[in-house]
C-alpha cells in the first residue's frame, strides 16, 4: 500500500509539471499574439426583449494562434491572469471596444458595449485608461459596460473604491456571472454598479425549479436595488419566456445570435425584429 501511494505521489507530480510546461508555453505565446495581431474582439448582440430591438453587445476576446488554432477565452483569460499579461490584454481589449463603439455611431444607433474586466485589472492606472479613452474618443461614457466578476471584490474596499472612481466617469458597472460567486447582501449594497448578470448556469437549466428559484431572486434583488438585469446564454424560447415573466428585459444568447464578427453587427442590428 505504501509502493502504491508513492507511486501515485509520482504521477500526480508528473501531471503538474506537464502543466506547468504547457501553462510557460501559452505563456510565450500569448505574448506574441497581441504583436502578431492573432486577437480579435468578436460581439454577442445584447436585445431588449421589450422593444424588440438590440441596444448593445458584449465584446468578447477571440485568439486565432497560428500553432494552437482558436483558443478559447475560458482557456487562456485564465493563463494571462495568473502570468500578468490580462493587464496589457485587457488595455488592448478595452481600446478595441471603444474605437468600435465610436464607428458604430454613425449609425446613430447609441448601441451600449460591454467589455469583460479581470478582477486584476482594477487599479489606478486602469481608471486612467478608461478616462483618457473617453476624453479622446468622446464616447458617450454611460454607453460602455463594463463586466466584473464578484470574485475579487468581495472584502476588497481598495477595489470597490476603483469601482466608484470608474463609476464617477459616468460608465456603467455590470457585475457578470452574478450568482456563482461568494456575494452576500450587504457587500453587493455597497457596490457603486448598476446591472446584476445572471450568469448562464442559472439559464441553461432554468426548468429545475430551484435554478429557477435563483433567477427569480436575482431578478426581484434588480428591483430591489434599482439595478438593471440581463441574462445571458438564452438558447429556447421557453427560456426566453420564462425570464419575461420573471421580469427581465435584456438578454442575450444563441436563440438570438452568437458572438459575430464586428462588421457583422450592423447587418444584424438593422435586420433584427424585422423578421
Ligand atoms: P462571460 O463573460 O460570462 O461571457 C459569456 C460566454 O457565454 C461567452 O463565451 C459567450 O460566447 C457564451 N454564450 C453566450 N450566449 C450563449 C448561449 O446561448 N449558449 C452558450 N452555450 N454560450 C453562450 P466565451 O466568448 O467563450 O467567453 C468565455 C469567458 O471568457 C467569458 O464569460 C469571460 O469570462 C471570459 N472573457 C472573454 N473575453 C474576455 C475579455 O476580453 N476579457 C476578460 N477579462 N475575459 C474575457
Ligand atoms: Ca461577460
Ligand atoms: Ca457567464
Ligand atoms: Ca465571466
Redesign the pocket.
Known amino acids: 500500500a505504501k509502493r502504491e501511494g508513492r507511486n501515485r505521489v509520482e504521477v500526480f507530480t508528473a501531471a503538474m509539471g506537464a502543466a506547468l510546461v504547457d501553462r510557460a508555453r501559452m505563456t510565450a505565446d500569448l505574448a506574441q499574439a497581441i504583436e502578431n495581431d492573432e486577437l480579435r ?2 460581439y ?1 448582440p445584447l436585445v431588449d426583449t421589450g422593444r424588440g430591438i438590440v441596444i448593445g453587445a ?5 485568439w486565432q494562434s497560428p500553432t494552437r488554432g482558436n483558443v ?3 482557456e487562456f ?1 485564465p493563463i ?2 495568473e502570468s500578468g499579461q ?1 493587464i496589457e ?2 488595455d488592448w ?1 478595452i481600446r478595441q471596444v471603444v474605437q468600435q463603439a465610436v464607428e458604430w455611431d454613425v449609425t446613430g444607433r447609441d448601441l451600449k458595449i460591454g ?4 478582477g486584476l ?1 482594477l487599479r489606478p492606472a486602469f481608471v486612467e485608461t478608461v478616462r483618457d479613452l473617453l476624453a479622446q474618443s468622446g464616447l458617450e461614457p454611460a454607453r460602455l459596460i463594463l ?1 466584473l ?1 464578484e470574485s475579487g471584490l468581495v472584502d476588497d474596499d481598495h477595489r470597490i473604491s476603483l469601482i466608484g472612481l470608474l463609476r464617477d466617469l459616468g460608465v456603467t458597472v455590470a457585475i ?2 452574478f450568482g456563482t460567486g461568494y456575494s452576500s447582501l450587504s457587500y453587493l449594497r455597497r457596490l457603486p454598479i448598476d446591472i446584476l ?1 445572471i ?2 448556469s442559472f ?2 437549466e432554468l426548468h429545475d425549479q430551484r435554478n429557477a428559484a435563483v433567477a427569480k431572486t436575482i431578478i426581484d434583488l434588480t428591483r430591489t436595488l434599482s439595478l438593471d438585469c440581463v441574462a ?4 429556447t424560447e421557453e427560456q426566453l419566456s420564462q425570464l419575461q415573466a420573471l421580469g427581465c428585459q435584456s438578454v ?4 438570438f445570435a ?2 459575430m464578427e464586428a462588421q457583422e453587427l450592423m447587418a444584424f442590428v438593422a435586420g433584427f425584429g424585422a423578421t
Do not use: C, F
Open positions: 474582439m468578436v454577442q458584449e465584446a468578447l476576446m477571440r478559447r477565452p475560458d483569460i494571462a491572469e490580462i490584454l485587457g481589449a467589455v469583460n474586466v479581470s485589472q463586466e466578476t457578470d456571472d448578470k450568469d448562464r439559464i441553461n445571458e446564454g438564452i438558447e442575450q444568447g444563441y436563440l452568437k458572438p
